[in-house]
Protein backbone atom coordinates (compact mmCIF):
# COMPACT_ATOMS: atom_id res chain seq x y z
CA UNK A 1 0.00 0.00 0.00
CA UNK A 2 1.12 3.54 -0.90
CA UNK A 3 0.21 6.83 0.98
CA UNK A 4 -2.77 7.79 1.81
CA UNK A 5 -4.01 11.08 2.39
CA UNK A 6 -7.25 11.25 4.34
CA UNK A 7 -9.50 14.85 3.74
CA UNK A 8 -12.66 15.62 4.28
CA UNK A 9 -14.30 15.94 1.31
CA UNK A 10 -14.00 16.18 -2.39
CA UNK A 11 -12.76 19.73 -2.53
CA UNK A 12 -10.02 19.07 -0.35
CA UNK A 13 -9.01 16.29 -2.46
CA UNK A 14 -9.42 18.57 -6.06
CA UNK A 15 -7.17 21.69 -3.98
CA UNK A 16 -4.63 18.64 -3.28
CA UNK A 17 -4.64 17.59 -6.41
CA UNK A 18 -4.07 20.70 -7.96
CA UNK A 19 -1.18 21.53 -5.90
CA UNK A 20 0.64 18.47 -6.58
CA UNK A 21 0.08 19.29 -10.30
CA UNK A 22 1.59 22.95 -9.58
CA UNK A 23 4.33 21.62 -7.64
CA UNK A 24 5.78 19.17 -10.34
CA UNK A 25 4.71 16.05 -8.45
CA UNK A 26 2.70 13.29 -9.85
CA UNK A 27 0.51 11.75 -6.96
CA UNK A 28 -0.03 8.53 -9.19
CA UNK A 29 3.22 7.41 -10.12
CA UNK A 30 4.69 8.73 -6.13
CA UNK A 31 1.47 6.02 -4.85
CA UNK A 32 -0.04 8.76 -3.33
CA UNK A 33 -3.89 8.78 -3.26
CA UNK A 34 -5.55 11.52 -1.84
CA UNK A 35 -9.42 9.56 -0.56
CA UNK A 36 -12.18 11.78 0.36
CA UNK A 37 -13.59 10.18 3.58
CA UNK A 38 -17.00 12.19 3.29
CA UNK A 39 -16.48 14.28 6.43
CA UNK A 40 -14.77 14.26 10.03
CA UNK A 41 -17.03 11.66 11.71
CA UNK A 42 -16.25 8.89 9.10
CA UNK A 43 -12.30 9.21 10.24
CA UNK A 44 -12.20 6.49 12.36
CA UNK A 45 -13.31 4.40 9.52
CA UNK A 46 -10.89 5.57 7.28
CA UNK A 47 -8.22 4.76 9.75
CA UNK A 48 -9.66 1.55 10.29
CA UNK A 49 -9.36 0.54 6.51
CA UNK A 50 -5.68 1.54 5.85
CA UNK A 51 -3.90 -0.52 8.44
CA UNK A 52 -0.11 -0.02 8.39
CA UNK A 53 -0.15 1.92 5.53
CA UNK A 54 1.62 5.77 5.52
CA UNK A 55 -1.15 7.99 6.19
CA UNK A 56 -1.49 12.07 5.91
CA UNK A 57 -4.68 13.69 6.69
CA UNK A 58 -5.83 17.45 6.32
CA UNK A 59 -9.36 18.69 8.12
CA UNK A 60 -11.32 21.99 9.24
CA UNK A 61 -9.98 23.73 12.95
CA UNK A 62 -14.14 22.54 13.45
CA UNK A 63 -13.26 18.54 12.71
CA UNK A 64 -9.75 18.47 14.73
CA UNK A 65 -10.86 17.10 17.59
CA UNK A 66 -12.98 14.38 16.02
CA UNK A 67 -9.59 13.97 13.87
CA UNK A 68 -7.43 13.83 17.41
CA UNK A 69 -9.46 11.48 18.98
CA UNK A 70 -9.50 9.18 15.81
CA UNK A 71 -6.11 8.78 15.48
CA UNK A 72 -5.30 8.19 19.28
CA UNK A 73 -8.35 5.27 19.38
CA UNK A 74 -6.30 3.83 16.21
CA UNK A 75 -3.18 3.92 18.63
CA UNK A 76 -1.56 6.84 16.58
CA UNK A 77 -0.64 8.77 19.51
CA UNK A 78 -2.23 10.33 22.71
CA UNK A 79 -2.57 13.67 24.17
CA UNK A 80 -2.70 14.79 20.67
CA UNK A 81 -2.37 18.44 19.83
CA UNK A 82 -1.88 20.37 16.71
CA UNK A 83 2.02 19.85 16.69
CA UNK A 84 1.55 16.47 17.75
CA UNK A 85 -0.91 16.17 14.97
CA UNK A 86 1.40 17.72 12.93
CA UNK A 87 4.11 15.32 13.22
CA UNK A 88 1.78 12.46 12.37
CA UNK A 89 0.92 14.23 8.93
CA UNK A 90 -2.28 15.50 9.89
CA UNK A 91 -2.80 19.19 8.95
CA UNK A 92 -5.85 21.82 10.38
CA UNK A 93 -6.86 24.38 8.12
CA UNK A 94 -8.47 27.68 10.04
CA UNK A 95 -11.23 28.18 9.58
CA UNK A 96 -11.61 25.66 6.64
CA UNK A 97 -9.82 25.19 2.97
CA UNK A 98 -11.68 27.80 1.40
CA UNK A 99 -11.03 30.64 4.18
CA UNK A 100 -7.36 29.61 3.77
CA UNK A 101 -6.90 30.04 0.06
CA UNK A 102 -8.68 33.43 0.44
CA UNK A 103 -6.77 34.25 3.08
CA UNK A 104 -3.58 32.87 0.91
CA UNK A 105 -4.99 34.95 -2.23
CA UNK A 106 -5.75 38.06 -0.65
CA UNK A 107 -10.00 38.88 -1.48
CA UNK A 108 -8.82 40.96 -4.93
CA UNK A 109 -7.64 37.81 -6.55
CA UNK A 110 -10.40 35.83 -5.45
CA UNK A 111 -12.47 38.00 -6.61
CA UNK A 112 -11.14 37.95 -10.36
CA UNK A 113 -10.61 34.11 -10.68
CA UNK A 114 -14.47 34.50 -9.38
CA UNK A 115 -15.16 36.73 -12.49
CA UNK A 116 -13.10 34.74 -14.92
CA UNK A 117 -15.26 32.04 -14.71
CA UNK A 118 -17.95 33.52 -15.07
CA UNK A 119 -19.40 33.37 -11.18
CA UNK A 120 -19.15 37.28 -10.46
CA UNK A 121 -23.11 37.45 -10.87
CA UNK A 122 -24.16 34.47 -8.75
CA UNK A 123 -21.52 36.01 -6.03
CA UNK A 124 -22.94 39.76 -6.35
CA UNK A 125 -26.43 38.27 -5.96
CA UNK A 126 -25.33 36.82 -2.49
CA UNK A 127 -23.89 40.24 -1.58
CA UNK A 128 -27.45 41.88 -1.79
CA UNK A 129 -28.69 39.80 0.29
CA UNK A 130 -29.71 41.28 3.67
CA UNK A 131 -27.77 38.52 5.90
CA UNK A 132 -24.63 39.61 3.95
CA UNK A 133 -24.75 43.13 3.21
CA UNK A 134 -22.15 44.92 5.15
CA UNK A 135 -19.96 42.32 6.14
CA UNK A 136 -16.42 41.85 4.80
CA UNK A 137 -15.81 40.36 1.32
CA UNK A 138 -14.00 37.82 2.95
CA UNK A 139 -17.06 36.24 4.55
CA UNK A 140 -19.18 37.02 1.65
CA UNK A 141 -16.54 34.98 -0.42
CA UNK A 142 -16.52 32.05 1.97
CA UNK A 143 -19.57 32.07 2.38
CA UNK A 144 -20.32 31.91 -1.44
CA UNK A 145 -17.93 29.55 -2.36
CA UNK A 146 -19.41 26.92 0.53
CA UNK A 147 -22.80 27.09 -0.75
CA UNK A 148 -22.98 24.58 -3.22
CA UNK A 149 -20.98 21.04 -3.29
CA UNK A 150 -20.02 21.55 -7.05
CA UNK A 151 -18.78 25.46 -6.70
CA UNK A 152 -16.29 23.97 -3.51
CA UNK A 153 -14.70 21.94 -5.66
CA UNK A 154 -14.82 23.62 -9.07
CA UNK A 155 -13.26 26.75 -7.30
CA UNK A 156 -10.70 24.51 -5.00
CA UNK A 157 -8.88 23.79 -8.02
CA UNK A 158 -9.05 27.35 -9.42
CA UNK A 159 -8.07 29.01 -6.69
CA UNK A 160 -4.83 26.81 -5.94
CA UNK A 161 -4.11 26.96 -9.70
CA UNK A 162 -3.83 31.30 -9.09
CA UNK A 163 -1.62 31.00 -5.89
CA UNK A 164 2.07 31.95 -6.08
CA UNK A 165 4.14 28.77 -5.03
CA UNK A 166 5.50 31.14 -2.11
CA UNK A 167 1.38 32.03 -1.42
CA UNK A 168 0.08 28.07 -0.59
CA UNK A 169 -1.19 27.74 2.85
CA UNK A 170 0.26 25.59 5.22
CA UNK A 171 -1.84 22.80 6.06
CA UNK A 172 -1.85 21.94 2.22
CA UNK A 173 1.83 22.27 1.75
CA UNK A 174 2.01 20.19 4.62
CA UNK A 175 0.00 17.60 4.05
CA UNK A 176 1.36 17.32 0.76
CA UNK A 177 5.29 16.74 2.40
CA UNK A 178 3.99 14.02 5.03
CA UNK A 179 2.86 11.88 1.86
CA UNK A 180 6.07 12.45 0.11
Known sequence: MGNVIL????????ALEALAQRLGRDLAI??????????AQAIGRALARYPGGRLAGLCDAGEEADFRRALERAGLGENLDRSRLETLGFFVCEADLEEELIRALG???????????GGLGAFRTLQKQPEWRGRPVEEQLRRWLGSGSSRKIVYARLLVEALAPERV???LRGVLAAAA
Do not use: M
Open 7 to 14: VEGVSDRA
Open 107 to 117: AEAVLEVVASN
Open 30 to 39: EGTEVVPIGG
Open 169 to 171: PRP
